[in-house]
Structure formats: C-alpha cells, structure tokens
C-alpha cells in the first residue's frame, strides 16, 4: 500500500528499499504500514450516538460440561449465549465505528486492561480497550493456559500455573481477540482492541453512548458474540445526539 502512496508522489528510493525481497522479509516478519492510521484531532463540535441493542427472540443457551478440576470450576451449567436485559436489551455486545479516520485522542488507561481467570472463567467475559497491552491473570489455585487468537492467529499463549499471576501482554493489532484456555476447553473471553477511541461495550440494559464523534456519517457495528457483528449508517450532526436502535438476530 505504500507503494501506491509513492506513486502519487516522489519516493522512488523508498519504493526501491522496500521493494523485492526486503518487502517480503518486513511482511513475513509482522510488519504492515501505517496507512489509514488514525489521526487526533480537536473535536470542539463532537455528536454523540446513544443508542440500544437489542435481541430477537428468547436467548440460547449452550452446555458447559466442566470435565477437569470441579473444585474450582463447578459443575455443568447451562450459559446464555446472549445475555438479555430488560426489554430484550443485549448485555456485553460491542459496538464501534469502523474506519473512522480521525476524531478525539485514543484514551490512555491509567492501567492496563486485565482478563483474569476466575473459577475457570474469563472476567470480564466480554472487554474493550485501545491498542496497547492487557495483564492476564489468574485467581484459581489450577493452571490455566489463556490463548488469545485474532483470526485464527495466536495474540498471546500464557501458562498461568499458580495462583496470584500476572502476566501484562502487548495489544498492537486493532480488532477482536477471542480468548480460550488450552486447559478447559470451555472457558471462552472476548477482548476488543480498538484503534480508535468511538466504541462502547454495552450494559446490562443494552443501551451505550459513544460521546464527541466530529459530525459526519459513518458504519456503526454492533457485535454480539452469538449473533456475530451487524452494521447500521449513522450521521452525527454538530453537538447533537443522536439514537439508534440494532437489533441483532442470528
Ligand atoms: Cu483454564
């Protein structure tokens, strides 16, 4: 992709060191440029979506049958697969913008995000945080191997063997990294990493806001573990909310 920047301008040594089997070592080695990275900008006339997800139908569950350590991690169980609120409001579904190019800074946690093995579960099931890092953890007194994949690719592989660990993990690569453990087959996580900073996880009651979007229109996604992700257009005028409901089906 940097190659096509080029030709719109004048950078033919740069072209010429990344071409050929410089290019194909940098690619092979993880490398992607930075284009369509996002930018900060001051957002003095920022709109704010509000809005709801919702759920059609009564909520599936799935069987977990726990076949190792029943101390710590109970016994079978049945657990939604969407989680539902009041009026059929969609627990823990996330919901972005997709591609937006600027807006307001990427926050910076005060710490970083943590998915914590917890009587053989991950809490919190379903988290978003900005590109950066997250400390895995363990409060069970068993192993637990934590295996965060995106796209089927490893994000990090952890043996948590002791009680008390904490083990903090990059988070370069923007998009959504599910989270399974290679000792309990069952335990299943989601972390959203986020590039930037107009996404939400919603609440107990569906609803979320996602504050100072600068006025345009955009594709807002709201992704449900069960159902998979669904798109909406919005347009956010200048210091104006605006709502929008998604109802999510499988
Ligand atoms: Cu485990």
């Not at 005060?110 to 409060?139: D, W, Y």
């Not at 989601?190 to 609440?203: E, F, I, K, L, S």
């Amino acid at each position: 992709m940097s190659v096509d920047r080029c030709r719109r301008t004048s950078c033919t040594s740069r072209r010429a060191r990344l071409s050929g089997a410089w290019l194909a070592a940098l690619v092979s080695a993880g490398y992607s440029p930075p284009v369509g990275a996002y930018e900060s900008v001051a957002v003095p006339d920022g709109g704010s979506i509000r809005g709801k997800v919702t759920f059609a139908g009564s909520a599936p569950t799935r069987k977990i049958i726990p076949d190792k350590d029943p101390t710590v991690c109970g016994g079978p169980r049945d657990d939604p697969e969407v989680v539902l609120g009041p009026e059929q409001g969609v627990q823990d579904a996330v919901v972005y913008l997709k591609g937006v190019e600027k807006g307001k800074a990427l926050p910076k946690p005060s710490k970083p995000a943590e998915i914590t093995n917890h009587e053989c579960r991950f809490v919190p099931h379903v988290q978003a945080t900005p590109v950066g890092s997250i400390v895995i953890v363990n409060t069970d007194p068993i192993m637990h191997n934590t295996h965060g994949y995106m796209d089927r690719a490893t994000v990090f592989n952890q043996a948590l063997p002791l009680k008390g660990m904490r083990i903090p993990k990059p988070l370069n690569k923007p998009g959504m990294v599910q989270v399974k453990c290679d000792v309990h087959g069952w335990m299943l996580g989601w972390v959203y990493v986020a590039d930037n900073p107009y996404y939400a996880v919603t609440g107990k009651d569906g609803s979320f806001t996602i504050p100072d979007v600068p006025p345009g229109s955009y594709t807002l996604v709201a992704w449900q573990e069960y159902t998979g992700p669904k798109e909406v257009p919005v347009t956010v005028a200048a210091k104006q909310p605006v709502q929008v409901s998604i109802e999510l089906k499988k």
